[in-house]
């Protein structure tokens, strides 16, 4: 859904200025010839403050952009309640998690950034109240007001009954984690763990493409759970036909940059775990990544249609960033790591240094002090998911070929820094690009 923010209407009229709030202002400088043998450094100090948060949170600012560019971003947010409307009511009493979420968001100052588990809502009042009480007032820890004057949200599948018992348990829905088992989409409520995509630039709204809907059994190939005990597959031939392939939903977002147009594709597959023997979860998160692997592929793919009936995947001469978080570290935890190196060795996906943080080094080093040792490295981690399963990378912003990188970086400070006390507003940290366009 394209929605005017501070409204929480949807638009009407022609799709492709539904998103249009505002003209962003750009400031200016006069170039008096008085002055003029200081505007390039006047510029070189701008353009550094515009271009890299601090700098142990990423790569050095030496390395950043020193020219005019795209920082992209994702941040898995954790703001979800399990009661449908319960994050509308925290964010109007004021939650604390938000504000740091917001700081960190001024901090970084993305030109694009996808939210993961942040509840939808068809009004669009949780989008409403985080940009105008949160993004847009300064926060403890935080930086100046920040406004996006273009969003994009649209339905999920979590949360939203399917009617069917797909866990096996013998009845469908019920209560609680049951009821969540047999949505389309793990969740308590329609909307739970959905995404928001904020922009400074124009979206296109005509051209966003949206696969809620594709069957898993669509895809090529797919990875059709199994039931280890009786070697048969997971789900009856009927229940396989209409499962859907993405947890919550995968989103083509064209923006129109200064540069010409970028396409933002967004996800959150499911976690590779909360399951059986069967590994239908896991299964499910290698095929949601591969979704996007097929999506950027050349040839035909007749099977990959979207919500409106339009079938095939990105043309070859476009720009696109992946983000989200993508569930699947390349080499530790759970999952089929083969899905995400997959898709980080993709053709069209271009090879870069990857993001880092001294707080996700500092971290992973702790618990491997206390026999969890990674064998990733500690630096390229991206969150904090407990004793269990420990410090890992499941965040990604991957750009295509044809963009030049000029920095990135994981917001998360080392504990001595005092940025820290805004970083753990969720598990998981802000990853964020530069790219030259």
């Known amino acids: 859904m394209l929605t005017r923010p501070g409204t929480g209407r949807e638009s009407t009229g022609d799709p492709a200025q539904a998103v249009i709030e505002a003209t962003p202002v750009r400031a200016r400088i006069g170039a008096m010839p008085n002055f003029a043998r200081l505007l390039p450094a006047a510029l070189a100090v701008m353009l550094s403050a515009c271009a890299s948060p601090h700098a142990v949170h990423g790569d050095d600012p030496a390395t950043a ?9 994702t941040y898995n947010v954790s703001l979800y309640d399990d009661q449908a409307g319960g994050l509308v009511r925290r964010l109007e009493a004021g939650d604390e998690g938000a504000r740091k979420v917001a700081a960190v968001l001024q901090q970084v100052r993305p030109d ?7 509840d939808y809502d068809a009004q669009g009042r949780a989008a409403d109240l985080f940009q105008r009480h949160y993004l847009e007032q300064a926060q403890p820890g935080g930086g100046d007001a920040l406004h996006y004057p273009y969003r994009y949200f649209a339905e999920v599948n979590t949360g939203v009954p399917s009617g069917l018992d797909l866990d096996r348990n013998g009845t469908v829905g019920g209560e ?8 389309w989409g793990y969740g308590l409520h329609p909307g739970q763990y959905g995404m928001l995509v904020l922009s400074k630039y124009p979206i296109e709204a005509d051209q966003v493409r949206s696969f809620r809907l594709l069957p898993w059994a ?3 190939g797919a990875r059709r759970p199994i039931d280890p005990a009786s070697g048969q597959p997971w789900h009856d031939d009927a229940i396989w036909a ?12 064209p923006v129109r940059t200064p540069a010409g147009t970028v396409h933002l594709l967004a996800s959150h597959p499911t976690p590779p775990v909360f399951d059986g023997p069967e590994d239908r979860n896991g299964a499910r998160n290698a095929d949601e990544i591969r979704l996007w692997r097929e999506y950027i592929s050349a040839g035909a793919r007749p099977w990959l249609c979207d919500d409106a009936g339009r079938c095939g995947g990105l043309a070859e001469n476009v720009r696109f960033v992946i983000a989200g978080d993508l569930n699947n570290d390349p080499a530790d935890g759970d ?6 190196v997959e898709l980080l060795e993709h053709p069209r996906v271009l090879r870069m240094a990857t993001p880092r943080s001294e707080g996700g080094a500092e971290t992973a080093q702790a618990y491997a002090a206390k026999g969890l040792a990674r064998r990733g490295a500690a630096a390229h981690v991206t969150g904090d998911f407990g004793p269990r ?4 990378r499941l965040d990604y912003v991957l750009p295509s070929t044809g963009f030049e990188l000029r920095g990135s970086g994981v917001f998360w400070p080392p504990s001595s820094d005092p940025a820290a006390a805004i970083a753990n507003g969720s598990d998981h940290h802000l990853v964020w690009v530069d790219l030259m366009l």
């Open 65 to 73: 952009a020193s020219a005019p560019g795209l920082r992209v971003a």
């Open 218 to 220: 669509a895809m090529p």
């Open 176 to 183: 609680g984690r049951a009821r969540g088992n047999d949505a």
């Open 112 to 118: 694009l950034v996808l939210l993961n588990e942040f």
């Open 335 to 340: 999952g089929h790591h083969e899905a995400i």
């Open 389 to 392: 399963a420990g410090a890992m």
């Open 242 to 253: 209409q499962l859907r392939l993405s947890s919550k939903s995968h989103w083509d977002v």
